[in-house]
């Protein structure tokens, strides 16, 4: 399949600039999240590819195919041949199952015959074979969801678009939602593109992630670089947990760069080849803070001493508050600590040296409750829904 190309998306709702400039490609095979806070446009940016908004200028584009561009061209959402899973999974309640995972094909004139092989093929491959004949309400909410994903598969899509498609499972039943769509996904080999505002399930599900923010990108890469390499203080902060700490730059060149930080008395070192003197932030996850044990000592390098003020037990590991100087430290162990006084090191590999966090308002959020325009008749996707 071809790759897709959004070039310079601006979208507003009223006075609400929802995207700005916002430009991104996607290529064939894999899975895509658009990941950020209510608000951020990510939902946006989904029905817009889908053919549900329209912008206000940029392009879309599929391999050579334009699918919208500012100056008249916009292809109805029914003409696009892709595959819509909503929020709300949208399942017609008055349909069987198979009625539901066909009916893309009947507004498609598939025969009878073709389309009863079709479903069935559809509902194997997401393990509800045995389930045509019942309704949505015998269902439970993953069986619905994976109803709305066959419906979502049954005319092969050139790109699958979901909306958030696991918010309305229990944490354990998102859990194994995640790991069976993944395996499916590569099974069929779909270009995928997720929209979730929870950092676990796009950590765990992607390809790459575009991390959003009032509208615009804030950066795109791996799980892995976006959480070990965050560009910014927001996608650190947005992006698992950390500790984010205003500092500057008080030295740089040889050896390590000192960073003075607000709340410590003694500058830390951070392992950077090199940065400009003046104001940075600087984030350090909070399993990466190590613990020095009682008796033994530690490197001596970004050692801070301080009292232990709140313990959380997590099941899988503990989470300790530590104020040392002037400063609040959250830290992530599987070791249990009872002393009440602990000694911690900062690492300096494991700080992230980033920008000093930006001023000024985010007026451009998305709009809560905004309606999606309806597909024409014809559309795979025909119910009203609401974006975040």
């Known amino acids: 399949m071809p790759d897709l190309v959004l070039d310079r998306l601006a979208k507003r709702f009223g006075a609400n600039q929802v995207l700005k400039d916002l430009s991104l490609t996607v290529t064939d095979g894999e899975i895509l999240t658009l990941l950020g806070p209510s608000g951020c446009g990510k939902s946006t940016t989904l029905w817009s590819i889908a053919g ?11 391999g050579d195919r334009v699918l919208f561009d500012g100056r008249g061209v916009h292809v109805e959402p029914e003409r696009r041949d892709f595959g819509v899973v909503f929020q709300s999974y949208a399942v017609w309640p008055h349909m069987s199952v198979a009625d539901n995972v ?52 049954a005319h092969p899509p050139h790109l699958l678009l979901l909306d958030e498609p696991f918010s309305n499972l229990d944490a354990k039943l ?13 099974q069929i080999g779909v270009t995928t593109i997720f929209v979730t505002h929870d950092q676990h399930e796009a950590l765990s599900m992607s390809d790459r992630i575009v991390v959003m923010e009032a509208g615009a990108v804030r950066q795109i890469g791996t799980p892995t670089e976006v959480y070990e390499h965050p560009a910014d203080p927001f996608v ?11 500092g500057t730059v008080l030295r740089s060149g040889a050896g390590p760069v000192l960073v003075q930080a607000a709340g410590i008395a003694r500058p ?58 002037d400063l609040a430290l959250t830290i992530a162990t599987t070791r249990r600590v009872d002393a009440t006084e602990v000694t911690v ?44």
């Open 52 to 62: 549900l908004h329209r912008p206000d200028s940029g392009t879309i584009r599929f």
């Open 102 to 153: 066909g009916y893309p094909l009947k507004l498609r004139k598939v025969g009878r015959k073709r389309r009863r092989e079709r479903v069935m093929e559809v509902l194997e491959l997401v393990e509800l074979e045995r389930f045509g004949d019942r309704y949505p309400h015998q269902l439970s909410g993953g069986q619905q969801q994976r109803v709305a994903l066959a419906r979502a598969l």
């Open 174 to 186: 998102r859990d194994r939602a995640r790991e069976w769509l993944k395996a499916l996904q590569r």
């Open 236 to 246: 650190a902060d947005f992006v698992g947990a950390t500790n984010l700490l205003a």
């Open 268 to 325: 830390l070192q951070v392992a950077v080849p090199d940065a400009a003197p003046g104001p940075v932030a600087l984030s350090i996850r909070p399993e990466s803070v190590h613990v020095v044990e009682a008796g033994r000592p530690g490197s001596g390098v970004n050692e801070l001493t301080g009292k232990v003020e709140a313990v959380s037990y997590l099941g899988d590991h503990y989470r300790y508050t530590l104020r040392a100087d």
């Open 345 to 388: 090191e900062l690492p300096p590999d494991a700080l992230r040296l980033l920008p000093a966090p930006e001023s000024g308002d985010r007026s451009g959020d998305e709009p809560e409750q905004v309606r999606a325009e309806v597909p024409r008749p014809g559309a795979t996707t025909s119910q009203e829904t609401t974006v975040e």
